[in-house]
């Protein structure tokens, strides 16, 4: 096994010939003697075997009195045996047998007689209500075997057999090297260029809910010597180290050439992606990972090649991995030369387990926050067609996923605050929301991807929303309109208006860079609508075709300064502090399928809909009006 | 809600009755702000909301130059646009975008002229190549609802989104009190009548595994103002509390007056069992939960009674709990008053998955750490029959059910160094045994209950062991009988041979006492045989009717001076450094059903037999013989 210079091998050849050759090196696990009592969820690194019995002792199993069991032979109802108080021991449950006794009998089957004899009625079999020695455990048993997860019964087990300590295996210490010029501490105020270093902290958490132990270095700048230097001593002080290097192939990257000077590169470049070129290298025993600055490929990195080592070293794994199977809601297109890992958000939608591709961009990491789970396209397949069936490893257990409501559709910051009031309210039911603009969301509920679906949808004929479209889409019914909320729609412009921006027509003026919503979304609809009627020709607005996703993140544009206009809610404008001109109240409802209706999650939405604490905390957010919330829409 | 003594209350209005009185008084998480990079499975209190956008400002996507897109228009291939050096700012990956600009070219779109100008062959669209800000998060966005489990990317998330630290939900810590007199810490050299304290260890492990923080007070002794002081310290200064009480009726039992003196008693007898005792008592806020000392009834009382407690606090429960269907391959006999926990031992033999009910002792820690699964039988259920499906709560993840190799039949410590070596060899098997004695394999093989059988049984006709039997019980085949080991039985007696016991018939001398091995054990066969063949009158044998599970239960009752004789193997004699007198070599083979032949288990097991390691292990530890183990035996 070369060197090889940015190839692309496949992941499972690379992630065996890593192993292989890490263990040819003499990685593998070392071991250390703690105390059974510190020992909850360690691995056993030899079997365990019980120094002394447990019961230790022969014991009463009762309250009463210990016999020889051959002086109460021949007892019976009719010929009842005295016992004087030389023949019988009072003893309490967990008591020992005293010498020579070798039965128990029951206090209730005791008369007393007052003399400080005793009377029986019942012969006493030898070893009755005795606990044996070793009923529990016998001394020389074995406890546990090797390479097994230690449970709490466990430590109760060898503590019984008087086993204080236990060789473990140690947790293997994960070193995280964070480098890059342009990385800086977590802070609340970075300047522009600058990248706030959080892969370290998303890295430990990882690998210690793998069983392992983190040690993040402090960011090392982009200078050759001082990489090579943290990675030296990163080597000498733990088991495995990641090197997480600035993935920009503008600047010089040091990590390659550092670890071969330090040891040995196996492989640069797997066919994986996210995650391309990742570089698998060691000092020795000691595995040294080159994982993309970006973190949801340093994320898919470490999960695919780190977590194998720790496994490998942990012997037993921390967490098992757990798939199911689900339908794609949308096609998923993959390139041939790479296994492609995608994030997908899931939901049981009736008894079909949904899974909807997320953004693929390895910057976004809030995508893998709102992952309930990977697809693995392996390499050499183009991709699924929606509605195929795929297998997903899941990020969410399977309980979670049947408890949550599904709601895809048009976007405002209140289906956030929904979801946390009635996650509130009822612990049992979770939210998951993704937006696809008004058309989008009635889509998704044709193909039955979704429980509800927020929609605001102006019928400009006759300036009703929402319902025409209902009879257009869902000719056969199956659906039913909730009342949500009125909005305040309104262009967002920049505190203070410095252009000067009055009505809609003004995004036309020459200097307003305008930035739009996505087509298929309401308020884009609205924004053509308002073009037409207004004779704004939308081909010479600057940043028409400039398209969000979100009200808040046109907002943000505008605040940055990277924009001056935008359609928008009253309620994001607020939120960003913007100067807001009004346009209009639309009427912002949720459609909700008949399938859906009686789910405990949809039931719980009406709840709170319906719930006074609802009310009050949208009219708090401004720019809404409430009337009726949860009631049902007529549609005839 | 009135005080009750010594009531039956039906667990579950117990359970419910209790949480409604805490929260009454007040029983209610606590919250405590922490570093988002410490709070990785910690639970929110609040919704989180981003403080900044993330990317915080617009950056370049890609290696190449930043422009004015408006300077772009009109370049194609034949009307190439030359831009000077004023016009263009190189830039990498991550870059700010330079105020004025507004697009992004990859540098492989452009051609050096070398004089400081550009060309480009295609016009710039506004915002290319531009990261927009907020793409992954918009400042004011909710990046996590309230009570929600934080994991490892939502915590890179509040990082980039500028949230330092997060409010999240405090562990509840709960204070464990060990009292009782004959309660000593944990040693290797206990007197007898002493009782090795490992409740608080096994507690604490549960409630620390369940997201709660453990505190283990010193042992109290039975001293009413000690228990009662300690308490009241406990409820100061911990959130929860266990009183582990001495559960013998026999001596005095202070809890419930503790507990009704500090506060208030709401129930002292729950129709559970294991666990009836048990005390559901307050002080205010702080629940006080009196626990059985027997650490099964107090495993079961704290996983039914104080675990909801925590959940209710923590309110995303750390584990959710696993169910799955089970056929019962004994039946399980319960009382109508109570609602009965079973133990069982679980398997997957075929697609059916198997459970086996375990020893119900309380005082049995054992048979918890042996123990895959819990199985609840309602109160007003007599039980269930051998081969019903039930509902089983799972206690190993099902992953490793699948993977385990399950044994049943005649006990042999080889069994244990078997199961232990095929686990080193491979990590992914697993060996659950279980001692019914080689009929009892027999039963469980042709029932469809295991994989394997240990068998060794002596047809006294011809002197050959267990050929016949598989005729007999197997008449139309289907399974295979694999060579294990040869091994020496014979009489294991003290340690210098003080009752001078030199051959079988010995055991039937005056003033010896013996113990046996439970019918249906092909020991106990043999000493059948052996008794008719000696002309030994088995009724005049003391302690004939003394049954032990095991050889090494046979010899414990030895070494320890409750017995003086008894049968068994050389091992289990040689580990308790016994004398023993020979008396037959016996063939210890394994019974392996054809539908388990090709499972990756059984291939396991029979290469670990035949393996050198397993040769040199049986050796080493003495009384057996080697001749080709893993080897077929021919039945015809």
């Not at 040690?215 to 090197?243: G, M, N, S, W």
């Not at 909730?482 to 009505?503: D, F, H």
Request: hydrophobic share 40%.
């Amino acid at each position: 096994m070369g060197f090889e210079y940015l190839t692309n091998v496949p992941l499972d050849k690379a992630r065996e010939d890593y192993l292989k050759l890490l263990t040819a090196n003499g990685f593998a696990p070392k071991t250390e003697v703690i105390p059974v009592w510190d020992a909850c969820g360690r691995v056993t690194a030899h079997a365990v075997y019980a120094h002394i019995c447990a019961p230790h002792y022969a014991a009463s199993a009762m309250d009463g009195v210990a016999v020889n069991a051959k002086d109460t032979f021949g007892a019976t109802e009719t010929t009842p045996v005295t016992l004087n108080a030389d023949q019988y021991i009072v003893l309490d449950t967990g008591d020992p047998i005293p010498e020579g006794c070798d039965a128990v009998i029951m206090v209730e089957d005791i008369v007393k007689n007052g003399d400080g004899t005793i009377t029986i009625h019942a012969a006493a079999a030898p070893w009755q209500h005795i606990r044996q020695i070793g009923e529990d455990i016998c001394a020389g048993e074995m406890i546990l075997p090797s390479h097994m997860t230690i449970a709490p019964a466990a430590i109760g087990a060898m503590i019984a057999g008087g086993v204080l300590e236990v060789e473990v295996i140690r947790k293997p210490v994960v070193g995280i090297i964070p480098t890059g010029d342009e990385i800086i501490p977590p802070c609340t105020d970075p300047k522009p260029g600058d990248i706030l270093e959080f892969n370290g902290s998303i890295f430990s958490a990882m690998v210690r809910q793998w069983g392992a132990e983190a040690k993040v270095y402090p960011i090392v700048p982009d200078i050759f010597d001082r990489i090579k230097a943290t990675v030296a001593q990163a080597a000498d002080e733990c088991d495995l180290v990641i090197l997480n290097a600035g993935s920009s192939a503008g600047r010089e990257d040091f990590s390659v050439k550092v670890i071969r000077e330090l040891g040995q590169v196996l492989y640069h470049g797997i066919a994986m992606k996210p995650g391309k070129p990742a570089i698998l290298g060691c000092r020795g025993e000691t595995p040294i990972l080159g994982v993309p600055g970006y973190p949801v490929s340093g994320i898919i990195v470490i999960e695919e090649l780190l977590r194998p080592l720790i496994d490998h070293w942990l012997k037993a794994p921390a967490a098992p991995r757990q798939y199911a199977k689900a339908i794609l809601t949308r096609p998923v297109v993959s390139g041939l030369k790479y296994q492609e890992f995608v994030r997908v958000r899931m939901g049981y939608v009736g008894d079909k387990l949904m899974a909807s591709p997320l953004s693929r961009g390895s910057g976004v990491v809030s995508s893998f926050m709102k992952a309930d789970g990977i697809l693995e396209v392996p390499q050499g397949l183009e991709g699924y067609e929606a509605g195929a069936e795929v297998q997903v490893r899941l990020l969410s257990p399977a309980e979670k996923l049947e408890k949550t409501l599904v709601v895809i559709g048009s976007h405002d910051p209140l289906l956030d605050e929904l979801g946390d009031m009635l996650h509130v309210e009822n612990n049992d039911v979770y939210m998951s929301s993704s937006h696809v603009g008004s058309m989008g969301g009635i889509m998704a509920i044709r193909r039955g991807e979704a429980h509800a679906a927020g929609c605001h949808l102006l019928n400009t004929e006759n300036g009703v929303y929402n319902i025409s479209f209902m009879k257009k889409y869902f000719p056969r019914g199956g659906v039913k309109l909730v009342r949500c909320v009125g909005r305040q729609q309104g262009m967002m412009v920049a505190k203070g208006n410095p252009l000067n921006i009055q009505k809609f027509a003004d995004i036309a003026k020459p200097g307003v860079r305008y930035v739009n919503r996505q087509k298929g979304s309401g308020t884009r609809i609205l924004t053509d609508y308002l073009c037409k009627q207004e004779h704004v020709d939308a081909a010479a607005v600057y940043g028409y075709d400039r398209e969000e996703l979100t009200h808040t993140s046109v907002a943000a544009q505008i605040v940055s300064g990277s924009a001056d206009a935008g359609m928008g809610i009253y309620s994001a404008a607020k939120l960003y502090d913007l100067d807001f001109i009004p346009i209009c109240i639309e009427e912002y409802d949720l459609i909700i399928p008949d399938h859906a209706w009686e789910t405990p999650m949809v039931r719980q939405l009406i709840a709170t809909l319906k719930s006074d604490a609802f009310k009050e905390k949208i009219l708090s957010l401004g720019g809404y009006t409430v009337d009726d919330p949860g009631e049902l829409i007529e549609l005839n």
